[in-house]
């Protein structure tokens, strides 16, 4: 498989479960990033990974836990969400940090009931 | 506040016509301004500009950086259906001038470009 990819496509989950979306890059890259995109709003960046060093964290809700156990893996575990969280989450690795091209995941589509 | 602002925020033109999206920014130490097309999910990467006056095509596509007036503008002329799809803008930026200051990256909300037959 080729590209960057991410599991679960879609997700519905309640405000006390716990769950984790997946995203993995089979591109070499050694950047991985974590978006969120809400309705009408611009695309937020939540987390940078550059060689599984965690460089950037804009201010995200400790109920979002990110992990980068190697450079071609990237976890987004989630606890005790609220409604607000549903949007869908996009996933990217970038071959340098940020300011390079990245490449997006197909992303998970998240409903927090 | 650093700002990245897209104008039109939409669009419908007929196939064959020449489109310009404009996208304008606000921020501290510039470093790059991408673009980006995003169909139904996945944000596909277009261009990268870095330097002033450097135009950069790619087919029916191409776009401009103008570093002093703040803004870049991408151009695609004969447009097809195929080309509709929301297209993004994003500034890479140092919020500060200090060694080891992580860059920040910020998205414009996008214009959404629809192309009738």
């Known amino acids: 498989e080729t590209g960057v990819t991410q599991t679960p496509r879609h997700l519905v989950m309640g405000m006390t479960n716990k769950k984790s979306l997946k995203c993995e890059q089979h591109?070499?890259?050694?950047?991985m990033y974590w978006y969120k995109q809400s309705a009408k709003k611009p695309l937020e960046l939540m987390f940078v990974y550059s060689l599984e060093e965690r460089v950037e964290n804009n201010s995200v809700p400790s109920r979002f836990s990110p992990e980068c156990p190697n450079s071609s893996h990237l976890f987004l575990h989630l606890h005790t969400l609220q409604p607000e969280d549903s949007a869908l989450y996009l996933c990217a690795s970038s071959q340098e940090t940020i300011s390079y091209e990245q490449y997006f995941g197909p992303g998970t589509r998240l409903t927090v009931t | 506040e650093d700002k990245v602002v897209q104008s039109p925020l939409s669009l419908v033109v007929h196939e064959g016509d020449t489109v310009t999206l404009n996208c304008s920014y606000e921020?501290?130490?510039?470093?790059?301004l991408l673009w980006y097309k995003q169909e139904k999910k996945a944000p596909t990467f277009l261009f990268m500009l870095?330097?002033?006056?450097i135009e950069k095509k790619s087919g029916r596509l191409s776009s401009i950086l103008d570093k002093k007036e703040l803004f870049s503008i991408l151009n695609i002329t004969a447009t097809q259906t195929g080309d509709s799809a929301v297209y993004l803008c994003?500034?890479?930026?140092?919020?500060?001038?200090?060694?080891?200051?992580?860059?920040?990256?910020?998205f414009g909300t996008g214009t959404r470009l629809q192309v009738t037959l």
């Open positions: 994003a500034v890479c930026f140092y919020p500060q001038i200090k060694s080891g200051t992580a860059s920040k990256l910020t």
């Open positions: 591109l070499g890259h050694n950047a």
């Open positions: 921020v501290t130490n510039f470093r790059s």
């Open positions: 870095t330097s002033s006056g």
